[in-house]
């Protein structure tokens, strides 16, 4: 069952309207920076992720989610007796689906003139942090990282009160796709940054 859920998108499109139906359900939001305020904004009820972790967004909004309460609610294994009592002993809430986009890398470095100062800044590494860890425990999270899932999604949740098994695999799959290839434009930005100095080394 989606009890909580924790959305922090970058591609904002349709996250409002996906907020409304998930509240509707019953499901408590967690939420983070630009995406709790559009939420809130739209009259919609949501909890900063800092309600969660006991810690404000530091450091530019380079720290946010990086934190056990936020990974321990989304790592754990809910039918395992240990994984349940550190939950209760930490006051570890679970986290049932996570909807996570990324920084707009590609975009950034796609601008004219962009600095390596600014592309660094738009390398995502909490999102894909919480990508991963709702990925690998797909059997009980379920991991959003495309809008155009959410209308099935939320028609799912009013028609069965969950996500399918195997619906929350063939999520995962696409969520690894979604940070590998994230990784690789990261990776063949850096390689070109470095053949560009060495060529004008004449390296």
């Known amino acids: 069952?989606?009890?909580?859920?924790?959305?922090?998108?970058?591609d904002k499109?349709?996250?409002?309207?996906?907020?409304?139906g998930l509240v509707?359900?019953?499901?408590?939001?967690?939420s983070t920076g630009g995406t709790l305020k559009a939420?809130?904004?739209?009259?919609?009820?949501?909890?900063?992720?800092?309600?969660?972790?006991?810690?404000?967004?530091?450091?530019?909004?380079?720290?946010?989610?990086?934190h056990p309460k936020v990974h321990g609610g989304i790592l754990a294994i809910r039918d395992n007796t240990e994984h349940q009592q550190a939950m209760a002993d930490h006051g570890i809430e679970p986290i049932d689906?996570?909807?996570?986009?990324?920084?707009?890398?590609?975009e950034t470095i796609a601008k004219p003139n962009?600095?390596?100062?600014?592309?660094?800044?738009?390398?995502d590494i909490g999102g894909p942090t919480m990508v991963r860890s709702a990925a690998k425990n797909h059997a009980y999270v379920g991991i959003v990282v495309n809008p155009n899932h959410y209308d099935e999604i939320l028609t799912m949740l009013?028609?069965?009160?969950?996500?399918?098994?195997?619906?929350?695999?063939?999520?995962?799959?696409?969520?690894?796709?979604?940070?590998a290839a994230y990784d690789v434009a990261i990776a063949n930005y850096m390689s070109g940054i470095l053949n560009e100095a060495l060529h004008r080394l004449n390296i």
Do not use: C, W
């Open 24 to 30: 509707e359900l019953g499901v408590t939001i967690y």
């Open 97 to 106: 689906l996570v909807v996570v986009n990324l920084y707009p890398f590609r």
């Open 13 to 20: 499109t349709g996250i409002v309207d996906f907020a409304k």
């Open 39 to 66: 939420i809130t904004d739209a009259g919609i009820a949501a909890k900063a992720v800092e309600t969660l972790t006991g810690f404000p967004e530091m450091m530019d909004g380079r720290v946010k989610t990086l």
């Open 158 to 179: 009013k028609e069965h009160g969950e996500l399918p098994k195997e619906y929350r695999f063939d999520l995962a799959k696409e969520a690894f796709a979604h940070t």
């Open 114 to 123: 962009v600095s390596l100062e600014e592309a660094i800044e738009n390398i």
């Open 1 to 10: 069952m989606i009890k909580n859920a924790l959305l922090s998108v970058s």
